[in-house]
């Protein structure tokens, strides 16, 4: 056996089968085998790579073993002289995996080999070649001095800036989403040492071959796409705590006692102040609109009250109570901003009409309390009013200019009516069009570019991937996706690198797969367009599913003498009604059916479920499947109602 592929998974199906597909193509003409060590995910990837992957060596993990571990696991068993580590969240060339065996098998003192990395925008990735993290070089990295100075011989040490990218090197350290490893080397240095459960057993590794007398070298004959981030879903603030706690355990085991004293005090202190900023620059992030909004209504109402007092209300002198602008408007902007918030109108991308809705119900709600006010707290229905309208003005306003001058996470609907073409031939690229519009995009315009050259283009199709950039600009396109089962990994790759265009994203289409995947920069997590699932999985409707089950939890709390002649298990009710309002249930959840919840979303366990809309028995698993299927794509709160209207005579139920 010539080479074996390990890719271990962790809740990134999609990902994990564009992966295979592409790691399958590779492997044509090389004897080689594939392992997938899953990570006890939730997904359905296991179910996933037993349907539509047979010949994959499935190693299902009970739990979530970590990196090293996993990979561990299969390296005992393969049975192959070269050992390739590989990202799920990553797509290969045709010929990446029989390049790197030729070079290993050219260069016998390489003991593993690392490739150009580029990211879902065809940007080159720095970390396709790394040095040392040294203390002076991690001192440099944690202070951001590589950052400034990337090419320098000094600074830029841990990306190894000043090395030629499109050239081959010897480098220290192999990055950990594609590391290609001489099995004999293994068996002398051992394998990846499992204290490291995420981060830095690459880094560990690497520094062991070359202390053996073996050789890393970064290889950028071949490249593959690296959707950076997706594997592991890391929020900063759990990123900087893995990743350098990972570099202490690497001082502590490599460096000197003094050195790793030392180096461990720094990182302690990089951590501190990385989570601090980081805590400080997301709070920034989420108050900053909610706040400029406050200042921006109360400034206005401030202006337009001496206005209207003046001019209309007290002609001869006189003032509102001093409660009017220091308990009642600030208790009218925060009913306002809470009804714009229920509304979604902070959510991203930004949608104005959200924020319209928002100001509406919020003024309504106002209005109805003002009315069971005494005379005595009745200070001014038209100052509500204008109010009212001067929040809507300049909230519009606000968000209008932020998009204008591009702040990033503030622009306007960016993700609606969007612009496409598909790159593939008729069949596929009709598939992957229907799928588009099966996921709720709404696009404006989606055309089919034919990946052969025509002398005249078919029917149906607006150019062939000669035209493509003359393309995008005619047609003002957004999004160019790629049909991976007519168009090769090495032309996506090459046209990504080539385009490099900062105001199109980039997907990729696997065959005979419900998703479109693809990743907008460096610096995102990627996008994901799936079929199957769709609103259930929207932010906004997870908010609006809570906000419902707290209030009809209160509800129904407050008519329990009412309830209590309603329902089969009066006591189960009072039970589930603090177990939804703590979180830990919902009202409506999905029905369960054996080994079928990797259909789905994940939601909190449901008191009732669609079946109970139904009041039928005798429905098959499959039904059932279909049934939470239809919940989670098509979910609006109103279902919620509908179903607890028609079963709440179980809301006692275990």
């Not at 080479?3 to 992966?19: A, D």
């Not at 000043?162 to 290609?180: N, T």
């Not at 990385?274 to 709070?283: K, N």
């Not at 249930?585 to 366990?605: D, F």
């Amino acid at each position: 056996m010539k080479l074996s592929i390990i890719i271990v998974n962790y809740n990134v199906k999609y990902f994990l089968e564009q992966c295979l597909h592409s790691v399958q193509n590779a492997c044509k003409g090389l004897e080689a085998e594939i392992f997938v060590v899953d990570n006890s995910s939730v997904d359905g990837s296991v179910k996933m790579v037993r349907d539509k992957f047979p010949e994959v060596k499935l190693l299902e993990n009970k739990e979530n073993a970590g990196f090293s571990a996993a990979n561990n696991q299969a390296m005992k068993v393969a049975a192959g002289e070269y050992i390739l580590l590989l990202n799920p969240d990553t797509l290969v060339e045709d010929d990446t995996l029989r390049k790197v065996v030729t070079f290993m098998d050219e260069h016998p003192d390489a003991g593993g080999l690392g490739v150009k990395m580029i990211d879902g925008k065809g940007k080159f990735l720095p970390e396709s070649k790394r040095g040392l993290p040294t203390p002076i070089v991690s001192f440099y990295k944690i202070f951001g001095l590589s950052s400034l100075f990337p090419r320098s011989r000094v600074f830029g040490q841990y990306h190894l800036g000043y090395m030629d990218k499109d050239q081959v090197h010897v480098i220290d350290v192999l990055a950990g989403a594609f590391m290609l490893l001489r099995k004999s080397v293994l068996n002398a240095i051992g394998l990846l040492d499992e204290s490291f459960f995420m981060y830095g057993e690459d880094i560990d590794l690497s520094y062991r071959i070359t202390q053996a007398g073996y050789k890393n070298y970064y290889y950028p004959g071949a490249r593959i796409i690296h959707y950076k981030g997706e594997s592991t879903k890391k929020s900063s603030l759990n990123y900087v705590f893995m990743f350098y706690n990972a570099m202490i355990i690497f001082a502590r085991k490599h460096f000197s006692r003094q050195n790793a004293r030392s180096f461990s005090m720094m990182i302690h202190c990089a951590i501190y102040l990385r989570a601090f900023f980081s805590i400080l620059t997301r709070f920034a992030e989420r108050i900053f609109l909610p706040l400029l909004d406050a200042l921006m209504i109360f400034a206005g109402i401030y202006f337009i009250k001496g206005y209207w007092e003046k001019s209309f209300i007290f002609p001869d002198g006189g003032h509102y109570p001093p409660e009017f602008i220091y308990i009642a408007v600030p208790l009218y902007i925060f009913i306002w901003l809470i009804s714009v918030y229920v509304s979604g109108g902070y959510d991203r991308p930004i949608r104005l009409i959200k924020v319209f809705n928002g100001m509406v119900a919020g003024t309504v709600l106002i209005l109805l309390l003002y009315s069971l006010l005494s005379e005595h707290y009745r200070f001014s229905r038209a100052l509500i009013l204008f109010g009212a309208a001067w929040g809507l003005v300049v909230m519009m306003a606000i968000r209008i200019l932020l998009h204008l001058l591009k702040i990033k996470g503030n622009l306007i609907n960016t993700n609606k009516n969007r612009r496409f073409v598909i790159i593939g031939e008729m069949e596929e690229s009709e598939r992957v069009a229907d799928l588009l519009q099966k996921t709720g995009m709404n696009p404006a315009f989606v055309g089919l570019v034919s990946f052969h050259m025509h002398a005249n283009n078919p029917n149906g199709f607006i150019g062939d991937l000669s035209q493509i950039e003359e393309i995008i600009n005619i047609h003002r396109i957004n999004e160019v996706i790629f049909c991976a089962k007519d168009v090769p990994a090495q032309v996506i790759i090459d046209k990504m690198s080539e385009l490099k265009n900062a105001q199109v994203d980039y997907k990729i289409a696997p065959p005979e797969s419900l998703s479109i995947i693809g990743s907008n920069s460096i610096n995102t997590s990627g996008d994901l367009y799936v079929i199957d699932i769709n609103a259930i999985t929207k932010r906004s409707n997870r908010r609006n599913k809570r906000a419902l089950d707290l209030f009809l939890g209160l509800f129904i709390l407050g008519f329990y003498p009412v309830f209590i002649f309603l329902v089969k298990k009066p006591i189960g009710l009072v039970r589930n009604i603090f177990m939804v309002l703590s979180g830990r249930k919902s009202w409506v959840g999905y029905s369960p059916v054996p080994g079928s919840t990797e259909h789905v979303p994940l939601i909190k366990k449901g008191v009732l479920t669609p079946l109970d809309a139904l009041k039928s028995a005798g429905i098959s698993d499959e039904d059932r499947n279909r049934l939470n299927i239809l919940y989670a794509r098509d979910y609006h709160p109103v279902n919620d109602i509908n179903i607890l209207f028609r079963g709440f005579r179980n809301l006692g139920r275990n």
